[in-house]
Each structure stands twice: as structure tokens, then as C-alpha cells.
Nanobody, 117 residues
Framework: QVQLVESGGGLVQPGGSLRLSCAYS????????TGWYRQAPGKQRELVAD???????NYGDSVKGRFTISRDNIKNMVYLQMNSLKPEDTAVYYC???????????WGQGTQVTVSS
């Protein structure tokens, strides 16, 4: 059973930075992609950033130029560096991995990010 554990959320002032981390384990198959999604109250979950096993990266339009996704395949970690944070970035951030030939999806429990003065 694949397990994901996020960390690094919290309260930050507008213009500040946070770094989220996600540790994943338990996969018997190759990781096809890792990424971050977020969900604000009353809104649908949306892509923040993801990175495929081949290294292709996608960012949501609202975070381009401010957020950076990275991974460490040795440590089975994926990171999200968030800079120039805005109040509209406030949401629960979820780590997601895509596993194996069946492209199975696994989600973390989420970590709250609040941007407020």
C-alpha cells in the first residue's frame, strides 16, 4: 500500500515563502508521476505542479514563476517551493503519486497553507 506524508504547511504573510515536502513509500511498481494539488474552501481541487518520471514538469497557471516542484528519487521525496505567496494561495495542499502500468492514484492527507497578514 502506497503511503504519502506531507509536511511544511503553515501560516505565512503575503509575499513570504514556504516549502512543502512529501515522502512516499510502499510502491511495488514504478512511480509514473508525482505532484501537488490544492483545494480551497468551496472550490474544486486543482493542479499546482507535477513532474513525470521522465522529468516533464507542469504548473498551474496561477503559480507559474512563483512555485517550483522538485523531487529526490533516492529519498522518495517530492518538494514544492512556494515563493511570493498570495492570500489566494490559501488552501489544503495534497501530494499525489501515479503508480504503475495501471496509473493508480494515491493521495496524501493534505497540509494546510494559509497566507494572511
Amino acid at each position: 500500500q502506497v503511503q504519502l506524508v506531507e509536511s511544511g504547511g503553515g501560516l505565512v504573510q503575503p509575499g513570504g515563502s514556504l516549502r512543502l515536502s512529501c515522502a512516499y513509500s510502499g510502491s511495488r511498481f514504478g512511480i509514473r508521476a508525482t505532484g501537488w494539488y490544492r483545494q480551497a474552501p468551496g472550490k474544486q481541487r486543482e493542479l499546482v505542479a507535477d513532474i513525470t518520471s521522465g522529468g516533464s514538469i507542469n504548473y498551474g497557471d496561477s503559480v507559474k514563476g512563483r512555485f517550483t516542484i522538485s523531487r529526490d528519487n533516492i529519498k522518495n521525496m517530492v518538494y514544492l517551493q512556494m515563493n511570493s505567496l498570495k492570500p489566494e494561495d490559501t488552501a489544503v495542499y495534497y501530494c499525489r503519486v501515479v503508480v504503475g502500468p495501471q496509473m493508480s492514484l494515491y493521495w496524501g492527507q493534505g497540509t494546510q497553507v494559509t497566507v494572511s497578514s
